[in-house]
């Protein structure tokens, strides 16, 4: 029976359990071990989660300790604060840490009183890695925040010095969640089919040793038994028997 994939919900209790325990081997874009450890300290129980932990496990947020911060505060071990009071409605969903590049924009116009051309400009500085014009936007995003929100120099100073380090690799949400969407449709079709997506995984492994041998103590861990090949039950790619 073919299944719909579109159809698969994003909301199953069964599939966070399996990404809260870090059995991700296989879960697209889950499956370091770095993230493997990122994932259980997350303990994710909805898609907005999945979604984050896309955009934050990247070496820009990592360096930054926007990622260790996200997780503390998603379980409550700190508190959740916002640098100035203009910045909650942008980074509210997300405990007061910034995750997105639109998160950015928001705070641009919000707080600076950029326009949406100076805030997408600011986002393309960003998203490509631009120091030059990263440095040119620091004065005027400082100077904003000043005239427009009468926030303390200082303060924004530090916050522009935390935007630097996010800006070394950071996400738009819609390449987030588009990620995250196949990281929860895979997880999904392991916590509830392991079998079959063990057999699948390690068909379209087939010519890597490498993966398959990962992917065979995987199965141990899983209690599935993977049988060595049999003239007479054996098919050309791993298979269900």
Known sequence: VAMDVAAIPIDDQKTYELLSRGDTTGVFQLESS?????IKD???DRFEDIVAM?????PGPLTAGLTDSF???????EKVVYDHPTMESALKNTYGVVVYQEQVMKIAKDMCGFTGGQADTLRKAIGKKNADMMAKMKAEFIEGAVKHSGADKKLIDDFWYKLEGFADYCFNKSHAACYALIAVQTAYLKAHYPDAFMAALMTSNKGNLEDIAKEI?????????VAPPDINESFMGFAVV
């Open 34 to 38: 770095g993230m493997k450890r990122y």
């Open 42 to 44: 997350l303990k994710p």
């Open 54 to 58: 896309v955009a934050l496990y990247r």
């Open 71 to 77: 997780i503390r505060r998603k379980n409550g071990l």
């Open 217 to 225: 103590d995987e199965c141990r861990v899983m209690g599935i038994t």
